[in-house]
T-cell receptor, first 114, second 116 residues
Framework: GNSVTQMEGPVTLSEEAFLTINCTYT??????LFWYVQYPGEGLQLLLK?????DKGSNKGFEATYRKETTSFHLEKGSVQVSDSAVYFC?????????????FGKGTKLTVNP | DAGITQSPRHKVTETGTPVTLRCHQT?????MYWYRQDPGHGLRLIHY???????DKGEVSDGYSVSRSKTEDFLLTLESATSSQTSVYFC???????????????FGPGTRLTVL
């Protein structure tokens, strides 16, 4: 079945450091890939998405590229801020089932210190 | 922000009591979902709806039932709450669901449920 594996956290960085959160997936066909972010005490918000191979999703300084050859969708940001402290979830949608059933990774907690 | 509200936002109840959580949307989206979030498990789908009175089970549906009598409301019921159902529950909505894997799900603020 479809699955998402993302790096274990927590991740602690200093402000302005470079961020990478790894995400790899297993799926039949060509899923769409998503990164969601959850700020403390809130629901999940879509951060970015990519719907086909080699697509790059970007938002708020974050980027992720859909790599079919390595089945990966790693999240990167060049210079993190304290306000980026949150839990980040990688997810995929089944190309057969549409977005009806998203499959989520377990989440990676990021803490950015001033 | 998508217009999704959940009520109550916090609830403490006792084992064996029935509990109903409500999700309300103002976006007129066809699809609605209930997830639970637990440490070490990420988000897991409980039930979802693809239209009024049309629902289906998710990954962890045992002990839960749902109802959708109106497009805007999706109710999650724990018939007899157990301590293992202590969790944070999120509602989500999407417009196209099965019709498009590129579709985005939008999440509500969550309900924290504690079963003593």
């Amino acid at each position: 079945g479809n699955s998402v594996t993302q790096m274990e956290g927590p991740v602690t960085l200093s402000e302005e450091a470079f961020l990478t959160i790894n995400c790899t997936y297993t799926a039949t066909g060509y899923p769409s890939l998503f990164w969601y972010v959850q700020y403390p005490g809130e629901g999940l918000q879509l951060l970015l998405k990519a719907t086909k191979a080699d697509d790059k999703g970007s938002n708020k300084g974050f980027e992720a590229t859909y790599r079919k050859e390595t089945t990966s969708f790693h999240l990167e940001k060049g210079s993190v801020q304290v306000s980026d402290s949150a839990v980040y979830f990688c997810a995929l949608s089944d190309p057969q089932g549409g977005s009806e059933k998203l499959v989520f990774g377990k989440g990676t907690k990021l803490t950015v210190n001033p | 922000d998508a217009g999704i509200t959940q009520s109550p936002r916090h609830k403490v109840t006792e084992t064996g009591t029935p509990v109903t959580l409500r999700c309300h949307q103002t976006e007129n989206h066809r699809y609605m979902y209930w997830y639970r979030q637990d440490p070490g498990h990420g988000l897991r789908l409980i039930h979802y709806s693809y239209g009024v009175k049309d629902t289906d089970k998710g990954e962890v549906s045992d002990g839960y039932s749902v109802s959708r009598s109106k497009t805007e409301d999706f109710l999650l019921t724990l018939e007899s709450a157990t301590s293992s159902q202590t969790s944070v529950y999120f509602c989500a909505i999407s417009e196209l669901g099965r019709a498009a894997s590129t579709d985005t799900q939008y999440f509500g603020p969550g309900t924290r449920l504690t079963v003593l």
